[in-house]
């Protein structure tokens, strides 16, 4: 038995889709722990993509247990258009659950993230305008509906009518919309409780039955380290907990059970929304990365902003985590270029820096320093072992590894299943060892 993390590295869309999607081969349970229809997960299978946004990216395994955790935020109407595209495609989505505690998006939650965004003017995050900040604010402030709220009809009633009357003021005086009528609300959110009820459970105590069952468990985080509202690149973040740690509190668990953590990172760096981006490129090799690896957002369709690898903040990304080792994702989408930089330190008026910087206005400031790698300039689409890559291709692994001293455990290469190197089992094979026998770091 192995309970494993799956996090993004570093801003999201590294492809933690695909490697949960490979992983839950042996999954019992998967289980999604925060974020909301932000996430756009995308699982290529024999020709045929799934574009997943809250379902965890295990659905596609039919004895898999996929809960949508307490620490999510629940739009039920895409949850439902997504559940019945999943039927229409014939996935099995009896094997679905979503806890009794996940907060529910409310229409003025999506109105708030619209309008204020377009009210920031210069200052806004470019937020995915999907209500999740403002859902996660209402939970923090705690005038939040849960979904044990939304699938009790008397429950619903009284919350619903309290909540609206209490948001259109703010509707109306703060951002000069029109109120929302709490009658319309209920009655449209009764047909939503109506379709999800039968999926809602305890979702805590059914991941601890499966803890004590021994069965595997992954979870599967949304966004990325960099958007973590504690850790990330605030204010220009997601308003939830990505990171590793965030796993045992949107689940429900403790940390004595996690096992092994893994990073999920690009071979290179994406974006999208706004915040500072040290090894961003606007020229044309940042255009060839968008072209080649496809960098439109799952959820939004906008551009993702491309850049070089990031060594900096993958070495952040594996202390806040703890990663045990890393899948490192797309190292295809490099191969025709004939040189390509990592950023092994930055420069801050005039200062080398190792670390990442916690203060915005400092990371803003931050140049990259990189080191000059040669390209490989040929396919690596269909490699199947680190022997097929080519000797560049293998150095350029070797060199990420080694700057933030943690194993490369997979290697993908395209988007589907197949295109993937296993060099090591990330949940079976041997854990790294932290300390040696004498306890001295090794
Ligand atoms: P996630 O949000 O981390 O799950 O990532 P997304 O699904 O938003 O974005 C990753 C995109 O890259 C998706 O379109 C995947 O199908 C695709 N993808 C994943 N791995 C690879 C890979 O190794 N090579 C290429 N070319 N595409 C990949
Ligand atoms: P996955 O799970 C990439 C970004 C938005 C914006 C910031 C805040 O597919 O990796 P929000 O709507 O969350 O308030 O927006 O976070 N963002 C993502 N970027 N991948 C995601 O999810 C993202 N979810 C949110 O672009 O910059
Ligand atoms: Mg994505």
Same mark, same amino acid.
Request: include cysteine; charged fraction near 20%; hydrophobic fraction near 40%.
């Given at each position: 038995?192995?309970?494993?993390?799956? %996090?993004?590295?570093?801003? *999201? $869309?590294?492809?933690?889709?695909?490697?949960?999607?490979?992983?839950?081969?042996?999954?019992?349970?998967?289980?999604?722990?925060?974020?909301?229809v932000n996430a756009g997960h995308? @699982?290529?299978?024999?020709?045929?993509?799934?574009?997943?946004?809250?379902?965890?990216?295990?659905?596609?395994?039919?004895?898999?247990?996929?809960?949508?955790?307490?620490?999510?935020?629940?739009?039920?109407? @895409?949850?439902?258009?997504?559940?019945?595209?999943? !039927?229409?495609?014939?996935?099995?989505?009896?094997?679905?659950?979503?806890?009794?505690?996940?907060?529910?998006?409310?229409? &003025?939650?999506?109105?708030?993230?619209?309008?204020?965004?377009?009210?920031?003017?210069?200052?806004?995050?470019?937020?995915?305008?999907? *209500?999740?900040?403002?859902?996660?604010?209402?939970?923090?402030?705690?005038?939040?509906?849960?979904?044990?709220?939304?699938?009790?009809?008397?429950?619903?009633? !009284?919350?619903?009518?309290?909540?609206?009357?209490?948001?259109?003021?703010?509707?109306?005086?703060?951002?000069?919309?029109?109120p929302l009528d709490p009658q319309?609300?209920?009655?449209? &959110?009764?047909?939503?409780?109506?379709?999800?009820?039968?999926?809602?459970?305890?979702?805590?105590?059914?991941?601890?039955?499966?803890?004590?069952?021994?069965?595997?468990?992954?979870?599967?985080?949304?966004?990325?380290?960099?958007?973590?509202?504690?850790?990330?690149?605030? =204010?220009?973040?997601?308003?939830?907990?990505?990171?590793?740690?965030?796993?045992?509190?949107?689940?429900?668990?403790?940390?004595?059970?996690?096992?092994?953590?893994?990073?999920?990172?690009?071979? &290179?760096?994406?974006?999208?929304?706004?915040?500072?981006?040290?090894?961003?490129?606007?020229?044309?090799?940042?255009?060839?990365?968008?072209?080649?690896?496809?960098?439109? *957002?799952?959820?939004?369709?906008?551009?993702?902003?491309?850049?070089?690898?990031?060594?900096?903040?993958?070495? &952040?990304?594996?202390?806040?985590?703890?990663?045990?080792?890393?899948?490192?994702?797309?190292?295809?989408?490099?191969?025709?270029?004939? !040189? %390509?930089?990592?950023?092994?330190?930055?420069?801050?008026?005039?200062?080398?820096?190792?670390?990442?910087?916690?203060?915005?206005?400092?990371?803003?400031?931050?140049? =990259?320093?990189?080191?000059?790698?040669?390209?490989?300039?040929?396919?690596?689409?269909?490699?199947?072992?680190?022997? $097929?890559?080519?000797?560049?291709?293998?150095?350029?692994?070797?060199?990420?590894? !080694?700057?933030?001293?943690?194993?490369?455990?997979?290697?993908?290469?395209?988007?589907?299943?197949?295109?993937?190197?296993?060099?090591?089992?990330?949940?079976?094979?041997?854990?790294?060892?932290?300390?040696?026998?004498?306890?001295?770091?090794?």
């Amino acid at each position: 038995m192995a309970n494993v993390i799956v %996090i993004g590295a570093q801003w *999201g $869309d590294e492809g933690k889709g695909k490697v949960t999607d490979l992983l839950s081969r042996s999954a019992d349970v998967v289980v999604r722990y925060q974020g909301g229809v932000n996430a756009g997960h995308t @699982v290529v299978v024999q020709g045929q993509t799934f574009k997943l946004h809250l379902i965890p990216s295990g659905i596609l395994y039919p004895n898999t247990a996929c809960i949508i955790g307490s620490g999510t935020v629940i739009d039920p109407q @895409v949850l439902i258009e997504e559940i019945d595209r999943l !039927e229409a495609l014939n996935v099995d989505t009896s094997n679905l659950f979503i806890s009794q505690t996940a907060h529910v998006t409310m229409p &003025y939650h999506r109105l708030i993230d619209q309008a204020a965004e377009d009210k920031r003017g210069d200052q806004k995050i470019g937020t995915t305008k999907r *209500g999740i900040g403002p859902t996660y604010a209402d939970k923090a402030d705690r005038t939040g509906i849960r979904m044990l709220d939304l699938i009790d009809p008397d429950g619903l009633k !009284e919350r619903c009518e309290w909540t609206v009357n209490y948001k259109n003021p703010v509707l109306e005086k703060l951002y000069n919309l029109p109120p929302l009528d709490p009658q319309a609300v209920i009655e449209q &959110y009764s047909a939503y409780a109506d379709r999800l009820r039968p999926f809602v459970v305890d979702s805590s105590l059914k991941i601890a039955e499966a803890v004590r069952e021994r069965h595997n468990i992954l979870f599967e985080g949304a966004q990325g380290t960099l958007l973590d509202l504690d850790h990330g690149t605030y =204010p220009y973040v997601t308003s939830s907990n990505p990171i590793a740690g965030g796993a045992c509190v949107g689940a429900g668990v403790g940390p004595t059970i996690i096992d092994r953590v893994i990073g999920v990172a690009k071979a &290179y760096t994406t974006r999208v929304g706004e915040g500072p981006f040290p090894t961003e490129l606007n020229g044309e090799v940042g255009k060839i990365l968008g072209d080649i690896g496809a960098e439109f *957002g799952t959820t939004t369709g906008r551009a993702r902003r491309c850049g070089w690898f990031d060594a900096v903040i993958g070495r &952040y990304a594996v202390r806040i985590n703890g990663l045990d080792c890393l899948a490192i994702t797309k190292l295809d989408v490099l191969d025709s270029l004939e !040189e %390509i930089k990592v950023c092994v330190a930055y420069e801050i008026d005039g200062e080398t820096c190792h670390h990442f910087p916690s203060n915005a206005a400092l990371f803003s400031k931050c140049q =990259p320093i990189y080191k000059t790698l040669p390209g490989w300039q040929q396919s690596t689409a269909e490699c199947r072992h680190l022997d $097929d890559l080519p000797k560049q291709a293998l150095d350029y692994l070797k060199f990420l590894a !080694e700057l933030m001293e943690v194993p490369i455990a997979i290697v993908s290469l395209g988007a589907s299943r197949d295109q993937t190197i296993i060099v090591e089992d990330p949940i079976h094979g041997p854990k790294r060892a932290l300390l040696n026998a004498n306890g001295d770091p090794v």
